[in-house]
């Protein structure tokens, strides 16, 4: 079945500037979403279509695309941004959905 | 205010039947498509399937089709996650979310309930 590849972790201090990967085949013909999920709460949208951002996200949160890798950029890192992320996309004939494994990103 | 609110947390053994719901207010509950989505414990999410409740038209994805049934009663703007036979393996909290445009099946989840915890266990 389809997979999209995410690294398991990411760390990094506050104020620096923390990036996901999510790759995958199909990711030139479809577009990309990414979440943010912390402990007990339900997952937040938080870059959709790549690389807009739903109102409300703050700025320092940016997506970007190139080829079969889009990119979740969190810029000027705070500890409230701890959490795990998760891409989304769908299958190269966009039947069906799926999500990237996840990962955690931790504030040092 | 768009809202997704679940049933309460569910505790079953295994080789029973359950069916767990989503109710949506807030908006044209019939325009957007409603999916699931999976997280075992300490795991990732999975996307399971997704529903249309204007026309009941559903997706699944591979890994769940013929695992669990996705439904919708529009007259009551909820949807519907059901299994015929649970297995241990289908312990973990199971979310419902609203694709982000109107009659669109593409987008992301915009608004997500709040969770069901199902827990199958003899």
């Known amino acids: 079945s389809y997979e999209l590849t995410q690294p398991p972790s990411v760390s990094v201090s506050p104020g620096q500037t923390a990036r996901i990967t999510c790759s995958a085949d199909?990711?030139?013909?479809?577009?990309a979403y990414w979440y943010q999920q912390k402990p007990g709460q339900a997952p937040v949208l938080v870059i959709y279509k790549d690389s807009e951002r739903p109102s409300g996200i703050p700025e320092r949160f940016s997506g970007s695309s190139s080829g079969t890798t889009v990119t979740l950029t969190i810029s000027g890192v705070q500890a409230e941004d701890e959490a795990d992320y998760y891409c989304q996309s769908a299958d190269s004939s966009g039947t069906y959905g799926v999500f990237g494994g996840g990962t955690k990103l931790t504030v040092l | 205010e768009v809202q997704l609110v679940q049933s309460g947390a569910e505790v079953k053994k295994p080789g029973e039947s359950l069916k767990i719901s989503c109710k949506g207010s807030?908006?044209?509950?019939?325009?957007?498509?409603i999916g699931w989505v999976r997280q075992m414990p300490g795991k990732g999410l999975e996307w399971m399937g997704i529903?249309?409740?204007?026309?009941?038209?559903?997706r699944y994805s591979p890994s769940f089709q013929g695992q669990v049934t996705i439904s919708a009663d529009k007259s009551i703007s909820t949807a519907y996650l059901q299994w015929s036979s649970l297995k241990a393996s289908d312990t973990a909290m199971y979310y419902c979310a609203r694709r982000q445009y109107s009659g669109s099946y593409y987008g992301g989840f915009d608004y997500w309930g709040q969770g069901t915890l199902v827990t199958v266990s003899s």
């Open positions: 529903i249309y409740p204007g026309d009941s038209d559903t």
């Open positions: 807030g908006y044209s509950f019939t325009s957007y498509w």
């Open positions: 199909a990711l030139p013909k479809q577009y």
